[in-house]
């Protein structure tokens, strides 16, 4: 019974598509980004400005959470399941990396605000490039 | 010069979509789900076996990122760009919530590794409901 409703959603998920319109884009970027983790690069966010109301409580001095898009990533084969770190001795299963080249293209960074102005966000510890395509901007939150 | 670029990035951005496929989905969730950083609800991550390599370093007792789509949420509108959040008393700019009515209804939760068993990973600490699309999953990374 179970096997059977999970063959049906298997079988619904891999014909469904998830589509996202990008709410803002990375500019300004002025070093060759490392991992957000250990960046210190800086850089803006451009967002749409129909959204700029929901930017209202975003502060200088506050950790973000950016989702974004890799837009340059090359698409995912299973050749990319098992992959090397840069800075790891071995290969780990894609979904124990912060690889660009995953099933899905999406990242995930925490950034500071160094300021804002309007509808740009300007952020240091960016690991992001000219252009990325930037999904959602949520709060840092601490497990309570 | 810049403005110029800039309304050229915004005018692409705005046409541009961005595709995902569900890599998998929640199951078996026990308990309606409150935030993560606050749920102690359990559940089960089905992911589609053509992933099942990628899974090899994900470890009990471990914490991940889960990267996953508000299938359930209203399309989003200009009403939602001021909310007030559920445990708060004054409305808050959409990206400083966690709501699910957002532009991009993305999610985003860090769970606890109970168990896995081939593609399926029980985690604690689910805030997704049944069938929720998984979008990706990420190691957990402090600031270095």
Redesign the interface.
């Known amino acids: 019974m179970f096997d059977g409703f999970?063959a049906f959603?298997?079988v619904f998920?891999?014909n469904?598509?998830?589509?996202?319109?990008?709410?803002?884009?990375v500019?300004d970027v002025k070093e060759i980004p490392r991992?957000?983790?250990?960046s210190d690069a800086e850089g803006k966010i451009?967002i749409?400005?129909?959204?700029i109301?929901?930017?209202?409580?975003?502060r200088q001095g506050q950790k973000?959470?950016v989702?974004f898009?890799f837009?340059k990533s090359p698409e995912f084969n299973?050749g990319y399941?098992?992959q090397k770190p840069p800075h790891k001795e071995m290969e780990?299963?894609?979904?124990?990396?912060?690889s660009p080249v995953?099933?899905?293209a999406?990242g995930?960074s925490?950034v500071e605000v160094t300021g804002i102005q309007g509808n740009i966000i300007s952020v240091r510890?960016i690991d992001m490039i000219d252009?990325t395509?930037v999904?959602?901007?949520?709060?840092v939150?601490?497990?309570?």
Chains 1, 2 share one sequence.
């Open positions: 999970l959603l298997i998920f891999v469904m598509k998830i589509e996202f319109v990008p709410i803002g884009f500019t991992h957000w983790s250990i451009i749409d400005e129909k959204y109301e929901g930017l209202k409580d975003i973000i959470i989702i898009h837009h299973s399941l098992i780990m299963g894609v979904f124990s990396t912060c995953r099933p899905n999406i995930f925490i510890g252009s395509p999904l959602d901007i949520k709060p939150v601490e497990k309570g």
